[in-house]
Structures are given as C-alpha cells and as structure tokens.
C-alpha cells in the first residue's frame, strides 16, 4: 500500500510560477515510476509528465518546456515545477505512483492561474 499527498496548489497569475509536491508513504526508490495527472473541470484527466525510478521523464507536448518533474528520494517526495504557467493549466494536479504491478493515487490538489 502507497499513500501519496499531494500539497503546493494555489492560485497564481499567468506567467508566474508554482512546485507542487507529492510525498509517499514508502521509500520512492521501490516505486517503479511516479507521475503528474490533472483534470480540468468538464474534462477527462490527462497525463501531463511521468518519472521512472531510474531518473527517465517524459512531458505532455502542452507542458513541454514550462513543466519539470523531479523527485529526491531522501525524502520521499517527487515534485513539479511549473513555470510559465497560463489559465490553461488550470486544473486539480494528482499525483501517482506504480508500485508491485499497483497503481496508486494522490488527493489532488487545485491549481488555478489567472489571465
């Protein structure tokens, strides 16, 4: 079992910046990869980045560039760095995890950027 807490949402303007966190409940070095969802309202949740436990990331084409994702396992935590942001990116950020052929998921947190 994986819990996951997700924190670092708020509500910000177009250009600024925010890093969201994602904290798990076992050591993330056994955790086979860890990644970013988010689900704007009216809409499906979307991928937006993953990372392996070997350090591999991948990035939706729409966060490419602006969105980094990071994870340092001394503490436990993965995070995302989100620059650039625009009212696009509005959304409830999830994060999550695959651990022993298991997929886990965060409470979410809102990120809301204003034009």
């Known amino acids: 079992q994986v819990q996951l807490v997700e924190s670092g949402g708020g509500l910000v303007q177009a250009g600024e910046s925010l890093r969201l966190s994602c904290t798990a409940s076992v050591r993330i070095f056994s955790i086979y990869s860890m990644g970013w969802y988010r689900q704007a309202p009216g809409t499906q949740r979307e991928w937006v980045t993953t990372?392996?436990?070997?350090?591999?990331?991948n990035y939706a084409d729409s966060v490419k560039g602006r969105f980094t994702i990071s994870k340092d396992n001394a503490k436990n935590t993965m995070y995302l760095q989100m620059n650039s942001l625009k009212p696009e990116d509005t959304a409830v950020y999830y994060c999550?995890?695959?651990?022993?052929?298991?997929?886990?998921w965060g409470q979410g947190t809102q990120v809301t950027v204003s034009s």
């Open positions: 999550n995890a695959v651990k022993d052929g298991f997929l886990y």
């Open positions: 990372i392996t436990n070997g350090g591999s990331t």
